[in-house]
């Protein structure tokens, strides 16, 4: 007699893990161990609040939701207190003194956004205030799209430390735009203009004329000039090391005569100090950009800044025929998309790669038979 035998699949026991109620949790775990509530408020921030007991924390929990619902605030002594902008600057500030290399360009531009925001509470400003603040003042000082996208980044490195050291809960430049920069465009100055200018250095701020010739004839970036140190400088071997450039390598800078003759120069007044130029020695300081301006101001040359000496330099190098790698490489750029905006200024190498084929036959059928005139070629090339 066969028997049928029914074979049972196996029995799986799941075990499903206690989950604590909504909105409730335990730091630490154990039974004697205080609940806590996660919640968030009427004004929609997340809030965590201690409780207790269990049971405790179920019932704060409901009232707290409640509340939340019919838009009550909370107890004064469990609201957070404001935090201004003025505290979340200085926060700000204290960072970049220690990571950034831009410090003083961080100072700054910070003075502006206190201006702006310093007595309001951080969490208050919107996006839409950030944009119209950085619009106006843009309208106002004739600031560069590159100058107002400098104020942004540095407003939002701002509000990111801000969220990191919990006193903020979002960053409102996150959605304001960056301005599309143009860096086609290179202003230098001409014969006539720089003459002027140097007439008035003269006048003005004689002290700093090596100055202003290190930087037209090094093109070294304002901050690598104002941090040069003597030690850097080797007059023997005509050349400046800068340890640090703008992409985080080393590079080293030729000198020419007249930029040996400005280093000669410093030196003999310089030689207390372990900086090349004058007000390098104070971090906060700006004077030595100030000067700048004022000179310029009184030559009466516009649109000029202290950054468009090194594109004096690049341009000039470019009409004296110099390749652009070349010049690529006295800038410090790693590619040569930066300096194609000085190629108009040394058609040169464009004329001589066109010129290899002028001397190779081309069959053509064109009738220039009917050009052979004076007055018809004359039209021609006009």
């Not at 023997?236 to 800078?253: D, E, L, M, P």
């Amino acid at each position: 007699m066969e028997t049928d035998v029914l074979i049972l699949p196996e029995t799986r026991h799941h075990t499903n893990k206690r989950r604590n109620p909504r909105g409730l949790f335990q730091r630490l775990p154990g039974k004697h161990s205080s609940w806590w509530i996660r919640y968030v408020d009427a004004q929609g921030r997340f809030r965590r609040e201690k409780a207790g007991t269990k049971s405790a924390a179920i019932e704060l929990y409901r009232k707290r939701k409640n509340e939340a619902l019919e838009g009550k605030k909370l107890p004064e002594k469990l609201r957070s207190a404001a935090v201004s902008f003025k505290e979340i600057s200085n926060d700000a500030l204290g960072y970049s003194e220690t990571n950034k290399r831009s410090y003083r360009d961080d100072a700054y531009r910070m003075q502006q956004l206190i201006e702006w925001f310093g007595s309001r509470v951080a969490d208050s400003i919107t996006p839409q205030e950030i944009e119209r603040a950085i619009a106006d003042a843009a309208e106002s000082r004739k600031w560069l799209p590159a100058t107002a996208n400098r104020h942004r980044s540095l407003l939002s490195m701002t509000y990111r430390l801000a969220i990191r050291n919990g006193k903020v809960r979002e960053n409102p430049v996150r959605q304001v735009p960056r301005k599309r920069e143009n860096n086609v465009v290179a202003r230098f100055l001409d014969a006539e203009e720089e003459a002027k200018l140097r007439a008035k250095i003269r006048a003005l701020y004689p002290a700093r004329e090596p100055e202003f010739n290190l930087a037209l004839h090094t093109g070294m970036r304002r901050n690598e000039q104002h941090r040069l140190r003597w030690r850097d400088v080797n007059l023997r071997a005509g050349v400046i090391t800068i340890a640090q450039s703008k992409h985080g390598g080393a590079r080293h800078v030729p000198i020419n005569s007249v930029a040996e003759k400005a280093l000669e120069t410093l030196v003999k007044s310089r030689s207390e100090s372990e900086y090349v130029c004058l007000g390098s020695e104070h971090r906060d300081g700006r004077d030595w950009e100030r000067w700048f301006e004022e000179c310029v101001r009184e030559a009466g040359i516009k649109d000029f800044r202290w950054h468009d000496l090194r594109h004096t330099f690049a341009s000039r190098l470019a009409m004296a025929g110099v390749p652009l790698r070349t010049l690529a490489e006295l800038l410090g750029h790693k590619t040569l998309a930066m300096v194609m905006r000085y190629a108009h200024l040394a058609p040169a190498h464009l004329r001589d790669a066109v010129e290899r084929i002028a001397g190779t036959p081309t069959d053509t059928t064109t009738d220039t038979g009917a050009s052979d005139t004076p007055e018809q070629r004359a039209v021609l090339l006009n």
